[in-house]
């Protein structure tokens, strides 16, 4: 009975470790009103989390089909990027915005404790190991640099589940964990996040030869591959639309080497699991601290994609002490740490440009540092048998730990000083010649580093023989606190109220949202680091404000798309004053651009255009080009004439008779997925409607009721025939995948609901 007891004030104990390092971490955003808005999550995900519940109640149909705030209209529910249909998008129909977008990170952060705590009590760590390894993984640099990336992390948090119920399938064989798995792996495909999505075979493939009883042959695989196609079908909802959708982007033909290999790890961040700012801060407020950019020289923003790996120096302490004995249950997860430590190394080691050209269906995949999950999950694995070791009396596991702490310890110290003995030399060691200024923080870095060092290693050096209980919370709390100072500064938070309003500059835009686009001319003519007062694409979709000719920012974009921004700029770098007429012909209704350079930054102005079409006109002019290349020589040539111009390809002549005649058009309805237009022509021959909306294979028009063929104008907008007359316009844009889609996720969950019921204890 006082064994027992003792073992629930263990786990009360170390719970409670856990929730304070949670709260203590996540304070601002949980008491004091704030949000998250580093990185991607003000750039990129919050704009994208705006359009939830505004298209989902604008559009005509479930789910909503197509975003008219992106490129002059993109596939919204279909794109990954959205993720329209992981539960926690839900969150933004249930709940306010604020309230929604704080869920996003809190929740994945509180699900990947429990995931790893799970996967390591299935692996047979005690409990408090457990704890150990959910604070190192939760809160280590990992999982809270993947914070504001969205797919990543939704995708990080719940794979150590569906490696947990692998392996209890493969040994059980009960259809309970069956379920487990395909809900587990059925959220990850949701997110999607296809990088990570595809290392899932090798973990659920380690994890079923790990939890295999050597008599059954092949049968525990069998079973894992059973439900991990459950799971599949759960995420279909994502994974099908996603993978059509993929067929009309730029990833369809395979990713430009040099993009998919971007933001490959360095060999050399190593150094980060045992020094946290081994190259420096990339914070909101610091990001100029940050001198590991030499690391990623060539690379997209010389910056890495995963901020930190910092495990905690604990935990890699532990982890090297245990992997020089590993043993035989460990050695099959160090094997899968060592595969994804060589495919997120990319292009420093190889093998993914190998896979990549070995394998078709990875063309399109890039980023191989996102797999560095793998050899962080591997360490936290071996950081928790760690522990263990710690609790059964190997004192050899704590002398090993306590050696690399005194290493540690040494190396920093030595460093230290000679910053300040030398900065000049230590300034060009880390910095490559950067201010002086910067000698502070390195110092003060390496101290920091000592001191934790020299924490753990007196704490080590007490131990004894058995790690007792007390001993045991001592390490626990030492090692979250450690974490959530250092991971305070990847999840930093900034008032609501400062992220969500407008910029100045579009401030009135936004108030009343023109029916038209913005064109943004600051990312091609003003590239470099974000100011305070710079808000580009696709933020400005957060206020109900259209953009066109941006940035593919997550190369889901149609391929027409792209190749029409990238004629624009060939056209106008060519030839400036093709800016203003190219920009009225796509209905642009304001110009943003730099206006001047202060010490804060580029200051922006919004300038609306005197003349521009509406989004549905008949086309005064017509003329018929050879394709993208034909359609930049027809452009030059007209010059100021090409703003009243609409470009056909040559393959549609035959559909209008020239001359065209004249005509009116009034646009009587607009939803994102179904417009209605009166369109009267006055001459006897048919005229060209032309709707600055881009073109896609989903969208179908009728005239009067009867169906049309929806044309392709200027590279990638659309352009319908109307005969002589008065007529009724209607186009509708559907999915068919979406439909389908569904049903196979309804299917896959009423099957794992089946299997959960079957797998009820009887009696």
Known sequence: MHAASRRGRE????????????????????????????????????????????????????????????????????????????????????????????????????????????????????????????????????????????????????????????????????????????????????????????????????????????????????????????????????????????????????????????????????????????????????????WGGRLYRGQAGEQPLVVSLYPGLLATALAAAVLLRPGRRLRPWLGLGAVGLLLALGSHAGVFALLRRALPFLAGVRFPEKLVFLPILALTIAAATGFDRLRSARTRTAR????????????????????????????????????????????????????????FTAALSRLGGRLASRAAVLLLALSAAELVFHGRELVSTVPAAALARPPTYLASLAARPPDGPLFFDAGHAAPGAEPADRIAPPRPAEWGLKTTHEIDYDATELSGSVEATRRFWHAVDDSPALLGPLLARRGVVAFVRVEATTPAGPRMVALPLSKTWPFAFVAPNVVFTGGPDGWLTTVRSLNASAADTVCLDERDREALPLPSSPGTAVVVERRPDAIAVDVTVTGPSPALLAVNQTWDDGWRATIDGRPSRLLRADISLSALVVPAGRHRIALTYRDPSLGISLGITLLGLIATAALVVLGRPRG
């Open 11 to 290: 786990r009360l104990v170390g719970t409670a470790i856990a929730g304070v390092a949670f709260v203590a971490l996540f304070f601002p955003a949980l008491f004091l009103g704030e949000t998250f808005g580093d990185r991607d999550l003000a750039s990129f995900h919050r704009p994208l989390s705006a359009l939830v519940a505004r298209l989902t109640s604008a559009s005509s149909s479930f789910p909503p089909p197509w975003n008219p705030y992106f490129e002059s209209g993109q596939p919204y529910a279909a794109s990954p990027a959205h993720a329209y249909f992981h539960p926690l998008t839900t969150l933004f129909l249930l709940l306010p915005f604020e309230s929604a977008f704080r869920m996003q990170v809190l929740l994945p952060v509180l699900a990947a404790a429990l995931s790893i705590g799970f996967l390591l009590v299935t692996l047979g760590r005690s409990f408090g190991a457990a704890v150990f390894g959910a604070i190192s993984f939760a809160f280590g640099g990992y999982l809270l640099s993947t914070t504001s990336l969205f797919p990543t992390l939704r995708t990080a948090a719940v794979l150590p589940l569906a490696a947990a119920f692998a392996f209890r399938l493969a040994r059980n064989g009960r259809p309970r964990d069956a379920a487990g798995l395909a809900v587990s792996l059925g959220l990850a495909a949701l997110a999607p996040e296809p990088t990570l999505l595809l290392a899932a075979p090798l973990l659920l493939v380690v994890a079923a030869y790990c939890g295999r009883k050597r008599s059954t042959g092949a049968r525990p695989y069998a079973r894992v591959a059973l439900g991990a196609v459950l799971g599949l079908a759960i995420g279909g909802a994502a994974l099908i639309p996603g993978l059509r959708l993929a067929r009309k982007t730029a990833r369809a033909s395979g990713l430009p080497a040099e993009e998919a290999l971007s933001r490959s790890l360095s060999p050399f961040r190593a150094l980060e699991l045992a020094l946290p700012h081994a190259f420096g801060h990339l914070g909101n407020a610091d990001a100029h601290l940050f």
């Open 400 to 455: 090993r730990a306590a050696a690399f702490l005194v290493a540690v310890l040494v190396i920093t110290i030595a460093a230290a000083i000679v910053s300040f003995f030398a900065p000049l030399f230590v300034v060009h060691l880390f910095t490559g010649g950067a201010s002086t200024d910067l000698v502070a923080v390195i110092r003060r870095d390496l101290l920091l580093a000592a001191a934790t060092a020299a924490l």
